[in-house]
């Protein structure tokens, strides 16, 4: 089963304090031009593309244009892999919007969104059993894998009912674990993505109250590099939109080449294609460069990480030495910035994108 462990990951901090500007590119020395790079990736539907483009070749043709070399990594655990990435064990790493600052920004490593891949549109939902509607949700427990982006679901839920944190308790529960937690009858709400959340709606007497398609463009996918990695080596960016852009025009196929591209995607996250192809369904992929051009360039980018940086700080989730949640800052296209201006430590860059949507690249 395609195991559902990308969002977990604010649940696990990387383990270091809180730095402010040290490790920005004007805090350490320029990183040095290279010719190998690795992009550690973890099972999820809309990261499937690029395990499968390393296994049919389309990889190491970009690469070999760029007279470079790219390991595509899997790391089985998520939080893992933005570990690795955060202490530099990897040049980049898939990871959702709200982990990328809780977990390599908020510890001062410089990083930066090179791609805008998805957002979830059905992918993260609200459960309730023997429930009319979201306001039955009042004073019961809802388990959840905490501080992390199911965490913000149920928070941004609970505002569209006019409803408070403190109107539940929830309970921290392995995403692991949640399904097999949702069947006890003592378990009356729950929040979870897929491929778990697929199995926990069949459960009798559930309602889906509450999804991520409630909350367009707000959990989105990325591949994030190191920011002074890509500033040494901008073939490095050239090369993986044009790795990403090429697969998802493949997959996009209506005949047989696209079946069988991803069947292939399905294989490699273990699941089959039938599930693989409901779970993409639920995930709204940016297939052209220009529309995640204009999902970076949109003033919603800029309300969506207000509301990431806001929850991630309420929930302590910056460390103890965050002040604020503007001590981190955030950059995005344009020139528009948010928090600190001088601890920029997360930077949404359109260039590449842009670069592939004109056939730059």
């Given at each position: 089963m395609l195991n559902g462990i990308r969002k977990a990951g604010a649940a696990v901090l990387f383990a270091c304090a809180f730095v402010i500007a040290s490790c920005s590119p004007s805090g350490e020395e320029p990183a040095a031009p290279k010719t190998q790079f690795s992009i550690g990736w973890s099972i999820y539907a809309g990261w499937m593309p690029w395990p499968y483009a390393e296994q049919a070749g389309i990889v190491k043709k970009w690469a070999d244009k760029y007279g470079i070399?790219?390991?595509?990594?899997?790391?089985?655990?998520y939080v893992e892999s933005v570990n690795q990435y955060t202490a530099g064990q990897l040049d980049g790493v898939t990871v959702a919007n709200m982990d990328a600052l809780t977990i390599p920004a908020a510890s001062g490593k410089d990083t930066t969104a090179l791609i805008?891949?998805?957002?979830?549109?059905?992918?993260?939902?609200v459960l309730l059993k023997n429930a009319s509607g979201l306001a039955d949700i009042a004073g019961r427990q809802v388990n959840l894998v905490e501080l992390s982006v199911s965490h913000y679901l149920l928070a941004r839920a609970l505002e569209s009912g006019d409803l408070a944190m403190t109107d539940v308790r929830t309970v921290n529960t392995a995403d692991a674990d949640i399904a097999a937690a949702y069947t006890s009858p003592d378990v009356a709400a729950a929040v979870a993505w897929n491929p778990q959340l697929l199995t926990m709606k069949q459960e009798p007497g559930t309602l889906q109250v509450f999804s991520s398609a409630d909350i367009p463009g707000e959990i989105l996918d990325l591949l994030v590099v190191d920011t002074a990695t890509l500033e040494a080596n901008p073939?490095?960016?050239k090369a993986l939109v044009g790795i990403w852009y090429e697969t998802l025009a493949l997959m996009q196929q209506d005949d047989e080449a696209g079946a069988a591209a991803r069947a292939a995607m399905a294989q490699l996250a273990g699941t089959t294609p039938e599930m693989f192809e409901a779970q993409l369904a639920t995930t709204h992929l940016y297939v052209e460069p220009g529309q995640a051009v204009a999902a970076a360039t949109a003033d919603a980018l800029v309300e969506t990480m207000t509301r990431v940086r806001d929850f991630s700080f309420a929930q302590g989730l910056f460390g103890q030495g965050a002040s604020s949640a503007d001590v981190i800052g955030m950059a995005f296209p344009g020139g528009k910035t948010l928090g600190n201006p001088d601890n920029i430590t997360l930077r949404f860059d359109d260039s590449y994108m842009r670069m592939a949507a004109e056939g730059g690249v």
């Open positions: 070399e790219i390991d595509i990594v899997q790391v089985n655990d805008i891949g998805d957002y979830s549109n059905g992918n993260d939902g073939d490095l960016g």
